[in-house]
């Protein structure tokens, strides 16, 4: 698959996109974490300054910020899927991240491919899961650094 982008770093786009990938079941453990209210009152007697934190707002905003991010990475994973070859690419990604299936069982799960196609369908998917990836929320693609060639002038003498 070509990036629609030029100059593009592929192994370190890879790698940021699988580190995406891996922090899923971090985000979908977060968003179901249990959340109880109820706090037993701090009642010593000394003087206290007023709180002004609202930690069941933050416990709430948290848990919203941690189910977006969960569903974020399903949703671009979907979104990949746009023909035949692509919709292997997204498989591989799904089974792999979001099912957590061993590679072998992934492998069965696409009709048996072999051990360097399922390879080649992951490092494309994750290609394109950091192209889709909304940049708003982290830019995924490492661009090639630039070589910089210094500008040839012209020399004047005035001899």
């Known amino acids: 698959m070509e990036s629609i982008f030029k100059n593009v ?6 790698e940021k996109a699988e580190s995406v990938l ?10 179901r974490r249990a959340r109880f209210n109820l706090q037993s009152p701090a009642m ?3 003087p206290q300054s007023p709180s002004f ?16 991010m969960a569903n974020l990475v399903v949703n671009v994973i979907k979104a990949i899927g746009i023909d035949e070859q692509t919709d292997r690419y997204s498989q ?7 099912k957590r299936y ?28 950091a192209e889709v990836y909304p940049d708003t929320v982290e830019d995924l ?9 210094p500008e040839k002038r012209a020399e004047f003498s005035f001899d």
Do not use: Q
């Not at 770093?9 to 890879?14: A, M």
């Not at 591989?92 to 979001?98: E, H, K, Q, S, T």
């Open 141 to 149: 693609i490492v661009k090639k650094p630039h070589k910089y060639e």
């Open 44 to 46: 010593d007697g000394m």
């Open 9 to 14: 770093d592929e192994d370190k786009t890879i």
């Open 102 to 129: 061993s590679k072998v069982k992934c492998m069965a799960c696409m009709d048996h491919i072999s051990d360097k196609t399922f390879d080649k369908y992951l490092r494309e998917g994750k290609l394109a899961f």
């Open 53 to 68: 934190e609202n930690h069941v707002d933050e416990k709430h905003v948290n848990k919203l910020n941690a189910e977006f």
């Open 22 to 31: 891996k922090d899923y079941w971090k985000w979908k453990l977060r968003a």
């Open 92 to 98: 591989a990604l799904y089974f792999l991240y979001i």
